[in-house]
């Protein structure tokens, strides 16, 4: 597995560059609420350690992952952002549901990165069981939300 051995929340901070005149959307699925919140406070957390203002974190809710492209659309749309974060947790389930919003969360938002001018980052846990996502928004591996932080910091400076 990926993250076996790596934990998501260690960084180099010298390397990540200067993020203090950033501005970050952050757009989070309300399912799996317990996870995704997780993710959400291991991104800001990571933000305000790397110089963001906390007037420079804007979050809004979306009900699910497979909102979370139309959410991120909008906050493009209507933002005056530098990067935007999507944030969702996917569990297996008995059905092919899964794939199915898996693979439309990944392609929206990968369409939006071709769309916009913008980085949108994808912090989309799809795990097999609702441990195996505790153990990455927060748990044994660290924080997926921290690594996404960490990348929108070094996307929003190439603009």
Request: aromatic share 4%; net charge negative.
């Given at each position: 597995m990926a ?6 929340s260690?960084y180099?901070k ?5 993020a203090?005149a ?7 699925s309300?399912w799996?609420?317990?996870v995704?919140?997780?993710?959400f406070?291991g ?6 350690d790397c ?9 809004w809710?979306v009900p699910?992952?497979f909102?979370?492209t139309f959410g991120?659309?909008?906050?493009l749309?209507?933002?005056d952002?530098?990067?935007v974060?999507?944030?969702g ?10 794939d199915?919003v ?5 392609q929206g938002?990968k ?7 913008c ?8 795990d097999d069981?609702?441990q195996q996502?505790?153990?990455?928004s927060?748990?044994k591996?660290?924080?997926?939300g921290?690594?996404?932080a960490i ?5 929003a400076?190439l603009s």
């Open positions: 993250t076996e051995n790596k934990n998501l260690q180099d010298t390397s990540v560059p200067d203090r950033f501005r970050f959307g952050i757009v989070v309300e799996n609420d317990t995704t919140e997780g993710l406070s991104a800001e957390a990571t933000l305000l110089g963001v203002l906390p007037e420079n974190i804007v979050r809710n699910g992952s909102e979370l991120c659309k909008k906050m749309e209507t933002q952002v530098d990067a974060i999507a944030i947790s996917l569990i297996r389930g008995e059905t092919s549901h899964f199915v898996c693979n439309a969360a990944a938002i369409d939006l990165n071709v769309k916009y001018d980085p949108v980052i994808f912090c989309v846990l799809t069981t609702l996502a505790i153990d990455r927060g748990g591996h660290g924080n997926k921290t690594e996404a990348a929108a910091i070094k996307m400076s």
